[in-house]
Every structure is written in structure tokens, then in C-alpha cells.
């Protein structure tokens, strides 16, 4: 799933800053677009999960995505979350509107996405997206 995610995204974008919401302890996706030169940088609520990700070599950054701090966000080509939970993603989405950056979304099979993402199926995996052209 995580070298699909990555693949999908080198094909949408050529290079950039990305951001992971909601790492956790999965840091597979963001290590891979860091691998094909992607700017990644991966946020967490929980300071251990980023602690944890700097010591792998990743750009991490603690902040709640409930009250995000925007500037974290600024200049991003695009951000993604994997399997949020259904509280985040309304937020999530809100977050992509306020600062017109597409959002992916790959949910767990059975969470509810927002409405207003559409479906893509990249060679089998489940990614909803919401761009500002989706308005």
C-alpha cells in the first residue's frame, strides 16, 4: 500500500513539500516519498511518534490538527493521512479549504469520508482526494 501511496503521488506531482497528518509509529509512506526527493514532512499529536520519526530522518513536527497552527502548512503540494480516525477528518478537510492544498485521505474500508472528496482508485488501492478545483 505505502510504495502505491508514493507512487501515486510522484506521478500527480514531480517534487515538493508533502505532508503526512497523523503519522504515528507508520513512517513507510513518508520514508518512501523521502527516498523518491519528495520535501516530507510528517505531523503527530503525540511527541514520542515525532521524536520518533526525527531519529529515522524525517522532518517532524508536533501539532493537533484540531487546532492547526497554519503556517506548518504553508507552500505544501499536497497533504495525506492514512486510515485517520472519522473525528480528524472533517478536519483534515477544513484544514485542505482553509489553505487550498489537496488532501488524500486512505481510509480504513469501512470509515465514512467527507462528501465532498472524490474517490480514486490507484491500481487497487482506495484514495479519496479533495482539491480546490473540487469546489
Same mark, same amino acid.
Given at each position: 500500500?505505502?510504495?502505491?501511496? %508514493?507512487?501515486?503521488? #510522484?506521478?500527480?506531482?514531480?517534487?515538493?513539500?508533502?505532508?503526512?497528518?497523523?503519522?504515528?509509529?507508520?513512517?513507510?509512506?513518508?520514508?518512501?516519498?523521502?527516498?523518491?526527493?519528495?520535501?516530507?514532512?510528517?505531523?503527530?499529536?503525540?511527541?514520542?511518534?515525532?521524536?520518533? #520519526?526525527?531519529?529515522?530522518?524525517?522532518? %517532524?513536527?508536533?501539532?493537533?490538527?484540531?487546532?492547526?497552527?497554519?503556517?506548518?502548512?504553508?507552500? #505544501?503540494?499536497?497533504?495525506?493521512?492514512?486510515?485517520? *480516525?472519522?473525528?480528524?477528518?472533517?478536519?483534515?478537510?477544513?484544514?485542505?479549504?482553509?489553505?487550498?492544498?489537496?488532501?488524500?485521505?486512505?481510509?480504513?474500508? *469501512?470509515? #465514512?469520508?467527507?462528501?465532498?472528496?472524490?474517490?480514486?482508485?490507484?491500481?487497487?488501492?482506495?484514495?479519496?482526494?479533495?482539491?480546490?478545483?473540487?469546489?
Amino acid at each position: 500500500m505505502y510504495e502505491k501511496l %508514493a507512487e501515486y503521488f #510522484a506521478q500527480k506531482f514531480k517534487r515538493g513539500k508533502i505532508i503526512e497528518i497523523g503519522i504515528g509509529f507508520n513512517f513507510k509512506a513518508a520514508l518512501k516519498l523521502k527516498e523518491m526527493g519528495f520535501d516530507v514532512v510528517v505531523i503527530d499529536w503525540n511527541p514520542k511518534a515525532v521524536e520518533r #520519526a526525527k531519529e529515522i530522518g524525517l522532518n %517532524a513536527i508536533v501539532d493537533d490538527i484540531f487546532n492547526p497552527r497554519l503556517e506548518i502548512y504553508k507552500q #505544501a503540494k499536497a497533504m495525506y493521512s492514512i486510515r485517520p *480516525t472519522p473525528e480528524m477528518m472533517p478536519y483534515l478537510l477544513k484544514l485542505a479549504k482553509t489553505i487550498k492544498v489537496p488532501l488524500y485521505i486512505v481510509p480504513f474500508s *469501512t470509515d #465514512a469520508v467527507p462528501i465532498e472528496m472524490r474517490l480514486e482508485n490507484y491500481r487497487g488501492l482506495v484514495i479519496y482526494k479533495w482539491e480546490a478545483k473540487d469546489i
